[in-house]
């Protein structure tokens, strides 16, 4: 029978505990590929907690990958989901010495992805602590400081990602940023080598290779699928710099990358003698069971994590960060230095005790509510009005993509659209291999209120309709 502990003091919730449990115990190979799991019922009599709690925990492990169920049958631990040890036992003695501008148009309903809404800012918080950290700093801190950041800040994100991102690091390996735009191209000068390449998931926002090709790398595209990137067409004959990949919430496809190919990713670039470069833009925000854990927490040594507070709060926050393998803390930091000296330390003082006090917590729980409120009168409203239409992609972060029967969306369709007062976006706007995405339109919810979205598929509706005719 299967058993482990339950922790009702603690303030996570039963669901992610039973989840991290369960998935620890593959991850250590105590559960087994094939191992059959006890039915919802059995599990929650045996540590004490209700059936439905069981229920959502195995859910979101078939999501993503690590169980899989047979009719008739019962819940089984799924092939590929261990990963094979390599320099764990030294890595494991290392960690332990350580310590722990385009002008808006107002009359148009704009559907563009990632962006939240701005208009629940917690301005009266923020503004608070930051008098606070003002009048209250030493004069230390309006001098200046280390490349690496704000020692108070790195510390609490340490705490703070363990806890939501199954992430695995020291306060030092964190490094400070001015969003996550910049730490994606230090990375790309840090490991950019003449003749190498960096492969990319494709599609992929276009803001991100406008990064890796302004720094000089040679992007090689390797489809991504209703499951993310496809590890099994990553180059064999050529070794990239680094693999780029938005696993929790892949944009603009919305695919959750399942545990196997994450393992087979991270077997390529222990392979390879390469890196993974995980951005993890929008994972707060999960409407289908509980946020997925980090790559990084997989393989702390191989993959370099990227965060931002941009999509959390505000892009005018201009707060990110980098966690980097210990071996690439000293040269990152060199480069750091050169970019900018340092990111502004008030800005970041005020963040750390946003999160330390427990309103960064807060926050997102609101938002939650509101962007899944969002989401779901996007998902009734174009069901409504457009039968048959498919929406793909987990139900997660600001934006849901379509796919239509018949109708391609190309130029002249978005052309159209914006004469009826709406604007979309093609997938294939997002491709570097251009042809396997016509059908597919991105609509982003995160800044557009309910009123908005009804008001928004209205106007879709009328130009679809006249495009046919047209």
Known sequence: MLWFPIDRDTSISLVQQVYTQIRTLILSEQL??????????????????????????????IIEGYLIVKP??????AEGVVLKAAE????EVDLSNW???????????DFRASHPAMDHFPRKVWGRLAKEVCYDSSDELFGYRSPLGDETLRRVLTTYLARTRGVSCHPEQIVITAGATQGLSLITQLLMKEGECVAVEDPVTDEMRQIFTKAGAA???????????????LPRNKKPSFVFVIPSHQFPLGAVLPIQRRIQLVEYVRKMDSYIVEDDYDSEFTYEGTAVFSMQGLEPERVIYVGTFSKILSPALRIGYVIL????????????????RHTATLEQQVMARFIEEGYLDQHVRRMKRIYEKRRKALVAALRNTFPGLDIIGQAAGMHAVVEWRELEVNQSFVSHCKKHGVVVYPVEYYALKKGYHTKQMVLGYGSLTESEIQDGVSRLHKAVETYHLS
């Open 32 to 61: 087994k590929e094939h191992d059959r799991l006890p039915s919802t019922r059995e599990l929650a009599d045996s540590i004490g907690v209700s059936r439905n709690t069981v229920t959502d925990a195995y859910d979101q492990l």
């Open 72 to 77: 008739r049958s019962g819940t089984y631990v």
């Open 88 to 91: 764990k036992e030294q890595r």
């Open 99 to 109: 310590l722990q501008t385009e002008q808006y148009d107002e009359q148009l309903i």
């Open 219 to 233: 992007v090689e595209p390797i489809k991504a699928d209703r499951l993310g990137i496809k590890p099994d067409q």
């Open 325 to 340: 393998p210990r071996h690439l803390v000293e040269p990152f930091k060199d480069l750091k230095w050169f970019s900018d």
